[in-house]
């Protein structure tokens, strides 16, 4: 079964330190990969995502994400944390062979940047 | 502007009582999907649709029922609600899948009490 964790329920960092943001993948094949950022009262937002080609891929609001097969991890980054990044993200694959291509979705990591 | 919508965005109701959630999205995709968020779950399918007239179950369809009789609609109904669904919904739609994983727009959330 394909599966997502993201093993931190929380990442603190300080405004204009570098975050990451940690997620590993199990899937068969080959893997299709999302991040998500959720906002406090809104839905979900798309940031990136890794198909093919680039292990490094950069997204929406300066968020990039790098890929590495050998360790199964696609963690998000961004160089300068900004105050604005406080939300909680998500990582999902998309399972391309079951129930119409649904994401499988980890917990969720909650991001703090404080000033 | 390209967006999924659902309505209402709050919801409180009681045991037993029919509802029906919107859905409705403007950028003709052919794939539609209905997730439930609860605390430390993530994101879980609840049923998904191919396209028109093709609709099929997720990963915790139970108490829920969905219809797809035109391409920008994709409702969500609450036969006889329970207090276990309780959750926050959300409506995400994409392009077919024949073209690629694309990823998925999600609308804003609503958020349902079962009292």
């Known amino acids: 079964a394909q599966s997502v964790a993201q093993p931190e329920d929380q990442v603190n960092v300080a405004e204009g330190n570098p975050l990451t943001v940690k997620c590993t993948y199990s899937?068969?094949?080959?893997?299709?990969l999302f991040w998500y950022v959720q906002y406090p009262n809104r839905g979900l937002q798309f940031l990136l995502k890794?198909?093919?080609?680039?292990?490094l891929v950069k997204g929406s609001y300066g968020f990039e994400a790098e890929f590495n097969k050998s360790q199964t991890s696609f963690h998000l980054k961004k160089p300068s944390a900004l105050v604005s990044d406080s939300a909680l993200y998500f990582c999902?694959?998309?399972?391309?062979?079951?129930?119409?291509?649904?994401?499988?979705f980890g917990q969720g990591t909650e991001l703090s940047v404080k000033p | 502007e390209a967006q999924v919508t659902q309505n209402p965005r709050y919801l409180i109701t009681v045991t037993g009582k029919k509802l029906t959630v919107t859905c409705s999205q403007n950028m003709n995709h052919e794939y539609m999907s209905w997730y439930r968020q609860d605390p430390g779950l993530g994101l879980r399918q609840i049923y998904y649709?191919?396209?028109?007239?093709?609709?099929d179950k997720g990963d915790v369809p139970e108490g829920y029922k969905v219809s797809r009789k035109e391409k920008r609609n994709f409702p969500l109904i609450l036969e006889s609600p329970s207090p276990n669904q309780t959750s926050l919904y959300f409506c995400?739609?994409?392009?077919?899948?024949?073209?690629?994983?694309?990823?998925?727009?999600f609308g804003p959330g609503t958020r349902l009490t079962v009292t």
């Open positions: 995400a739609s994409s392009l077919s899948l024949a073209g690629g994983p694309y990823e998925q727009y």
């Open positions: 890794y198909i093919t080609g680039d292990n």
């Open positions: 899937v068969s094949g080959n893997p299709y």
């Open positions: 999902a694959v998309r399972d391309l062979y079951n129930q119409g291509g649904k994401l499988i």
């Open positions: 649709s191919m396209n028109v007239e093709v609709t």
